[in-house]
């Protein structure tokens, strides 16, 4: 496996990463699979989280899979209590795993704000909840939530997600001063636009889309799953051992948005 900065640093520790067959997840596991650490991939289809495998093996790295839906919490205690079983102990839980689709307010049915409200916010519940008990005997460990800026500033059109988000946020900062004392960590990482098949499919299926929220980025580009997965490395690793309740994000500057000053047609 290619040695870089940091390819050590995870070493002997046990990760596992929700949503880790594609992605955000997919490069976060194999960029903690690149520092040393053996790391479980969780999701509901079992092909894309064998290529993850596959992916991290090829390059010299240690992986293994669980099928199973963050909506079942027995599934998800099994597969939590497997992939600590299998390393002696969890050091590190990504809940990555998220559904979403645009949808004007009106419009999302009761089934489809279940099923984004079940998977983001109670799918963290249950993944954090299962994992926290291998972390708490420990008396160490390292949770990190995947999030949106619109759990802060919220979103028309995706008004499931953002309450969902918004619901993580609150609970990472609870549970993240319930449990430092208990040397468990809990943070939050609030992507940008970031290329991935996931999210162009249910967010910018057209280019027209893609072109409106590309422009919605100060920065001026979409970014990948592996800038966002460096960032994500920094927060469950040692280096950011005081860290706790907060969140990093990682968007271009989308959120805070452009001023007005900026644009050419209002300087002219
Ligand atoms: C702009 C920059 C901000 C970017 C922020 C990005 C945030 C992200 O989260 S990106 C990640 C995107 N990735 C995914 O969404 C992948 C996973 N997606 C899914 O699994 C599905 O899209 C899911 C969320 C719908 C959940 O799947 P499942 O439970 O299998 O869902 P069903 O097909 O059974 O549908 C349940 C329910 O939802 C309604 N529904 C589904 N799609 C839509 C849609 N496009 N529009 C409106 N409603 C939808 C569906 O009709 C069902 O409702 P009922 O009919 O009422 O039962
Ligand atoms: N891409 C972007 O622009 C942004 C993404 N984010 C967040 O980043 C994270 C990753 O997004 P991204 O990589 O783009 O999206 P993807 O669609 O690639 O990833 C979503 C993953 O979640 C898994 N998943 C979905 N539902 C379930 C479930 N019920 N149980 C278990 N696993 C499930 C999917 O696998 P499977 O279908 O096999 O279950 C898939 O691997 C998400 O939390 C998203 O909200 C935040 C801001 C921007």
Redesign the pocket.
Known sequence: MNKEVGSDEFTGRTALV??G?????RATARRWAAGGGHVTV????EE?LRATVELIEAAGGSADAVA????DPAAVETAVDRAAERAGRLDVLVN?????FVAAGEDISPGGWKAVID?VLN?TFHCTRAAARHMLDQGSGSVLN???SYAWHGHPGTAHSAAAKAGVLAMTRSLAVEWAPRGVRLNCL?????E????SAA?WPTEAARARVLASVPAGRFTT?EEVAESAAFLISDRAAYITGEVLTVDGGQWLGKSVYTDERVRT
């Open positions: 929700t949503g067959g594609t992605g955000i997840g969780l999701g509901r289809r894309p199973c839906d963050v909506r990555n795993a998220a559904g979403n998977i799918g995947v999030i949106a609030a992507p940008g636009p970031t991935t098949e996931g999210a967010l799953p």
